[in-house]
C-alpha cells in the first residue's frame, strides 16, 4: 500500500447524521485557543479537510470533529468541528457523536451511570454528560454555549419568493429562522428538494442582506444554516429542517439549531425555562432541548440551553492518501 498519509477515525451517526470522530492524523494543532486550531485548520489544512469530507470518503453531507488535546485547563479534550463548506465554531450533532465515540473506545475514563466530558470547543466550553450502561453511551446531554436572538422579525427580498420575515438567532452557529409555511413548503423527506432550494435562497439573501456579527466574537459573523420551522403537533413540540451550506439538510435536529431555536422562542415569551422541547429533523429523528439559565451576551440577552440526543458508532475507519491518487482532496458533486 501506498501510503502518504493515515488518519483513524471512529464514524458514528447522531439520530442519522453522521460525525467523522478524527483520533489521529493530523499532529499537533498549533493554536493557544481552539478557535485559533480551528483557524489553522481552515487555512493551512484545509486539503486534509477535504479529502475527509468530500467524495470518494465522504459526501454532500458529511461532518466531522477532530479530537486534540484542550488549550484550557477545565477542559478534557479539544474538538475542532469539521464540515463540507469549512470549520464550525461549534456542532450539537458532533458532540454527541464525539463524546459517544470517546466514551466507547476508551478515550475517556468511563464512569457509569454518567460520564462528564468537558469540551474545549471554538465556541467556547461545552460539558457533555453521557449516560452510560454496561460500556454503551445510551444517550448524551450537551450544556451548549450562551445563545441568543440577534434580529427578530427582519425582512429579506428573496430571489424567487419575495419578501419574508426571519429572526437570526445564534446557538454556536448563526441560523436564519424562516417559517415553513412563508416559504411555502412542507417539511416532510420526499419534498427535501424544495425545502433545500428556499432554504438557500434565504441563507443567500440573509447574507447580503443583513448584519450578522457576533456581538462578542467578531470572528463568527455571518450565516451557513437556515432552520426552516414547523409548528409541534401531539407528539412533538416544534419540528424543522436545518438547510447548511453548499445545499444538504441535516439530517439530525441539529443541535445548535436547536438551540438557536430555543433562544428566539424565549425571547418571545414563547419557551420558559427547564421546560422539555422536542425537536425533530426531516427525518424524525429527535433531540430534547431545554433552557438551563439566562445570561448576556455582549448587551444581548442571552440562554443556557441543553441539547439531549444520541449517536451509534458506525465503524473504525483508517482513512489513507495514497501519493499517485489525483483526487487526493476529494471533489462534491
Ligand atoms: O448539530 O449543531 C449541529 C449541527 C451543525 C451543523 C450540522 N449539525
Known amino acids: 500500500m501506498r501510503a502518504r498519509k493515515v488518519f483513524t477515525a471512529v464514524d458514528t451517526h447522531t439520530e442519522g447524521m453522521p460525525t467523522r470522530v478524527v483520533t489521529s492524523g493530523f499532529g499537533v494543532l498549533p493554536g493557544e485557543t481552539m ?27 458529511m461532518s466531522g470533529a477532530i479530537l486534540c488535546p484542550p488549550t484550557r485547563p477545565d477542559a478534557d479534550l479539544g474538538v475542532v468541528y469539521i464540515e463540507v463548506t469549512g470549520c464550525l465554531p461549534m456542532c450539537g450533532h ?4 464525539a463524546v459517544t465515540a470517546a466514551v466507547e473506545t476508551g478515550l475517556v475514563q468511563v464512569i457509569e451511570p454518567v460520564t462528564t466530558v468537558r469540551l474545549d470547543t471554538p465556541a467556547g466550553l461545552v460539558v457533555a454528560e453521557a449516560s452510560v450502561v454496561d460500556g454503551a453511551c445510551t444517550s448524551v446531554t450537551l450544556r451548549n454555549v450562551p445563545s441568543f436572538l440577534l434580529l427578530r422579525d427582519a425582512v429579506v427580498k428573496v430571489e424567487g419568493i419575495g419578501e419574508v420575515t426571519v429572526d437570526v438567532a445564534y446557538g454556536g452557529n448563526f441560523y436564519v429562522l424562516v417559517s415553513a409555511d412563508d416559504l411555502d413548503v412542507t417539511l416532510r423527506p420526499e419534498h427535501a428538494g424544495t425545502v433545500l432550494y428556499a432554504g438557500m435562497r434565504v441563507m443567500a439573501a440573509a447574507n447580503d442582506q443583513l ?8 470572528d463568527i ?5 437556515v432552520l426552516v420551522t414547523a409548528p409541534g403537533d401531539d407528539e412533538v413540540d416544534g419540528r424543522g429542517a436545518v438547510v447548511i451550506d453548499p445545499g444538504y439538510l441535516d439530517r439530525s435536529p441539529c443541535g445548535t439549531g436547536t438551540s438557536a431555536r430555543m433562544a428566539s422562542m424565549h425571547a418571545r415569551g414563547d419557551l420558559a425555562l427547564d ?7 426531516i427525518i424524525d429523528s429527535r433531540f430534547t432541548g431545554q433552557l438551563l439559565g439566562t445570561t448576556t451576551v455582549g448587551e444581548l440577552p442571552a440562554v443556557v440551553p441543553s441539547i439531549t440526543g444520541r449517536a451509534w458508532v458506525t465503524g473504525l475507519n483508517q482513512l489513507v492518501l495514497d501519493p499517485t491518487d489525483p ?6 458533486l
Open 35 to 61: 478557535a485559533e486550531r480551528s483557524h489553522h485548520v481552515a487555512t493551512t489544512l484545509d486539503g486534509w479537510r477535504k479529502l475527509l469530507m468530500f467524495e470518494p470518503r465522504g459526501h454532500q453531507a
Open 221 to 225: 459573523a455571518g450565516t451557513h444554516h
Open 275 to 281: 421546560t422539555p422541547f422536542v425537536h425533530t429533523s
Open 211 to 218: 448584519d450578522i456579527v457576533h456581538p462578542e466574537r467578531p
Open 94 to 97: 458532533g458532540t454527541i457523536g
Open 327 to 332: 483526487w487526493s482532496e476529494g471533489f462534491l
